[in-house]
């Protein structure tokens, strides 16, 4: 991954953090963490509180309180984004179905990751 990026990544399963029981995977509920990096236009920083995620199989779940990420963007796309969850509760299928509910006061205009966004207080799409 370090050498396929220049260092500049984001891995949001830090392997210190997982304990292998059987086929599930557990991880280690509310370990917070926090990075910031930037790069060739790109600045970001994130922190969260503590996150969850158990998975059986092809199942997962997935459980993240506080989580904080601030972005600017000037090449490849323009903008400023905040992005803030109080909480977020996400379960899935494999590639197949999944869906996610929480509260979050998402807010920035611009194009990211190859989308045009736009939020305000959590309303809006991209």
Request: glycine share 18%.
């Amino acid at each position: 991954m370090v050498w396929l990026t220049d260092g500049v990544y984001r891995c949001e399963h830090p392997a210190h953090s997982a304990e292998f029981i059987g086929d599930q995977l557990r991880r280690n509920f509310f370990d917070n963490d926090g990075f910031s990096a930037s790069a060739e236009g790109n600045s970001i920083a994130s922190y969260s509180l503590g996150q969850g995620k158990l998975r059986a199989g092809l199942y997962e779940g997935k459980f993240q309180v506080g989580q904080v990420t601030a972005q600017a963007v000037n090449g490849p796309g323009l903008g400023l984004f905040l992005d803030a969850n109080a909480f977020e509760v996400s379960v899935a299928a494999g590639n197949l179905i999944g869906g996610h509910a929480g509260f979050n006061l998402n807010t920035g205009i611009g194009a990211r990751n190859g989308n045009l966004e736009a939020h305000v207080l959590g309303f809006g799409g991209r």
